[in-house]
C-alpha cells in the first residue's frame, strides 16, 4: 500500500472509537478501559440490589473500591480489588437461587427498623452468599418468595415487560358473585389505572369465597386492592406459583435451593 494514501487514511483512536459507535471520552482512565466488572453489576451480582439501585448508591459515596470512594457505576473493578459498601466488604461470590414458602408476619425486606421479623431470619441458614427477595409479598401474604445474589436475573424477573406469571390462591369475607369474577377478568379500575389479571376463576365451586387469579402485574398489594374495590375482605392470600415455580415439596416456613435445570427455565423465561 502507498504509504502517502495510508496516512491519509489512518484514524486517531478517537475517530476509530466514533466510526465503530464506541465513543470513549479523552479523559477515561485507563484503569475504567481495563477488563473487569463495572461496579454497579459487581454489586448487584453479590445481592446488594439491582444494578439501577446500585448505580444509585455509588454515586451518593457509599461503595469504596481500595479504601478510595468511586462515585463511577461504570468503573470496573479487578480481580484483587477491596470494594466495600457501609462498611462491610463485598465478593463477588457464587450465584444463589432460594425459594421460600413465606408464613405470616414476616416483612419482605432485607433489614427493618423497627425489628420487626424479616424473612432474612427463615433463611438464615441457607447460604453465607448475600441474598435479597426478588420483588415483594406483603407481611400477612404467604407463599413462594424467590431469593438471590444474581441481580441481572432479579430484574429481569420484575420488569413488566417480562411479564412474569404469577399465582394465587384468595379467601375472602363471603361468596364472589359471578358479576364481580367478570369484572375483574376485564380489569378494575383502581387509582393507579386498570388492574388487568390474565385469568380468575372459583378455586373450590362448592365454596365461592375461595378464588384463583393469575396476573404478571407488580403493582403494590394489587390482588388486595382488588377485592377492595369490590367490597371484599381478603381473608388469606397465598401465591401458590411465580415464574413456574411451585410449592411442591415445600411445606410453610421451609426453603430449598433451586435445581440447575429450574435456574435454567428461569432464564430461559426472563
Known amino acids: 500500500m502507498n504509504k502517502k494514501y495510508a496516512d491519509k487514511n489512518r484514524f486517531s483512536s478517537k475517530e476509530k472509537n466514533v466510526a465503530t459507535g464506541r465513543f470513549i471520552k479523552a479523559d477515561q482512565s485507563k484503569e475504567e478501559l481495563s477488563p473487569g466488572t463495572v461496579l454497579n453489576k459487581f454489586l448487584s451480582n453479590a445481592g446488594v440490589a439491582s444494578r439501577r439501585n446500585c448505580a444509585t448508591l455509588i454515586q451518593q459515596g457509599l461503595v469504596m473500591v481500595n479504601g478510595k470512594a468511586i462515585l463511577t457505576p461504570a468503573y470496573r473493578v479487578q480481580n484483587n480489588d477491596e470494594v466495600v459498601f457501609r462498611g462491610k466488604k463485598i465478593s463477588g461470590g457464587k450465584k444463589v437461587y432460594i425459594l421460600l414458602n413465606k408464613p405470616k408476619?414476616?416483612?419482605?425486606?432485607?433489614?427493618?427498623?423497627?425489628?420487626?421479623?424479616?424473612?432474612?431470619?427463615?433463611?438464615?441458614?441457607?447460604?453465607?452468599?448475600?441474598?435479597f427477595p426478588v420483588g415483594r409479598l406483603d407481611r400477612n401474604t404467604t407463599g413462594l418468595l424467590?431469593?438471590?445474589?444474581?441481580?441481572?436475573?432479579?430484574?429481569?424477573?420484575?420488569?413488566?415487560?417480562?411479564?412474569?406469571?404469577?399465582?394465587?390462591?384468595?379467601?375472602?369475607?363471603?361468596?364472589?358473585?359471578?358479576?364481580?369474577?367478570?369484572?375483574?377478568?376485564?380489569?378494575?379500575?383502581?387509582?393507579?389505572?386498570?388492574?388487568?389479571?390474565?385469568?380468575?376463576?372459583?378455586?373450590?365451586?362448592?365454596?365461592?369465597?375461595?378464588?384463583?387469579?393469575?396476573?404478571?402485574?407488580?403493582?403494590?398489594?394489587?390482588?388486595?386492592?382488588?377485592?377492595?374495590?369490590?367490597?371484599?375482605?381478603?381473608?388469606?392470600?397465598?401465591?401458590?406459583?411465580?415464574?413456574?415455580?411451585?410449592?411442591?415439596?415445600?411445606?410453610?416456613?421451609?426453603?430449598?435451593?433451586?435445581?440447575?435445570?429450574?435456574?435454567?427455565?428461569?432464564?430461559?423465561?426472563?
Not at 408476619?105 to 441474598?131: C, G, P, Q, S, Y
Not at 410449592?247 to 427455565?265: A, C, F, M, N
Open 105 to 131: 408476619d414476616f416483612i419482605t425486606t432485607t433489614h427493618d427498623e423497627h425489628e420487626r421479623h424479616t424473612v432474612m431470619e427463615l433463611i438464615k441458614n441457607a447460604t453465607t452468599e448475600r441474598v
Open 146 to 270: 424467590l431469593f438471590t445474589n444474581d441481580g441481572e436475573l432479579a430484574q429481569k424477573l420484575t420488569h413488566p415487560s417480562k411479564k412474569v406469571k404469577k399465582v394465587y390462591e384468595v379467601m375472602v369475607n363471603k361468596e364472589v358473585a359471578e358479576q364481580d369474577l367478570e369484572k375483574i377478568a376485564k380489569g378494575i379500575e383502581l387509582e393507579d389505572g386498570i388492574a388487568a389479571v390474565d385469568d380468575i376463576a372459583f378455586s373450590n365451586p362448592a365454596d365461592r369465597s375461595i378464588i384463583g387469579i393469575e396476573l404478571h402485574i407488580g403493582k403494590n398489594r394489587i390482588v388486595r386492592r382488588i377485592f377492595e374495590h369490590l367490597g371484599y375482605d381478603v381473608r388469606r392470600l397465598d401465591r401458590v406459583l411465580y415464574a413456574g415455580l411451585t410449592k411442591k415439596d415445600l411445606p410453610r416456613g421451609r426453603w430449598r435451593h433451586l435445581s440447575e435445570k429450574e435456574v435454567r427455565q428461569l432464564k430461559v423465561l426472563s
